[in-house]
Nanobody, 122 residues
Framework: QVQLGESGGGLVQAGGSLRLSCAVS????????MGWFRQAPGKEREFVAH???????YYADSVKGRFTISRDNAKNTMYLQMNSLKPEDTAVYYC????????????????WGQGTQVTVSS
């Protein structure tokens, strides 16, 4: 059974930082590309960042320079370091796994976590 579990969300002031984690089991983690998406109330789920099995990274323009995606294959875990957070970053953040890389579309991902809430106050 494939499981993805996000953690690290919370409430932070604008300009602050958070680090999200995504623990993965049930797949050969090192063979999958991984991604972060987010969904704000009333909006579509949108791409945030992707890291391939070969550690190539891709970012949405809205987070480039502020967010950093990384992975630790020994721990089957992916991370999203979020700095200089803005109120518009408020959303539920989801991690996902894909056998396709690069992958920026939701439809390209095979497995999803349940999400973790990030709230940035102004």
């Amino acid at each position: 059974q494939v499981q993805l579990g996000e953690s690290g969300g919370g409430l932070v002031q604008a300009g602050g930082s958070l680090r999200l984690s995504c623990a993965v089991s049930g797949i050969t983690f090192s063979e999958y590309g991984m991604g972060w998406f987010r969904q704000a109330p009333g909006k579509e789920r949108e791409f945030v960042a992707h890291i391939s099995w070969s550690l190539t990274t891709y970012y949405a323009d809205s987070v480039k320079g502020r967010f950093t995606i990384s992975r630790d294959n020994a721990k089957n875990t992916m991370y999203l370091q979020m700095n200089s957070l803005k109120p518009e970053d408020t959303a539920v953040y989801y991690c996902a796994a894909t056998s396709t890389t690069p992958a920026r579309s939701r439809n390209e991902y095979d497995y999803w976590g349940q999400g973790t809430q990030v709230t940035v106050s102004s």
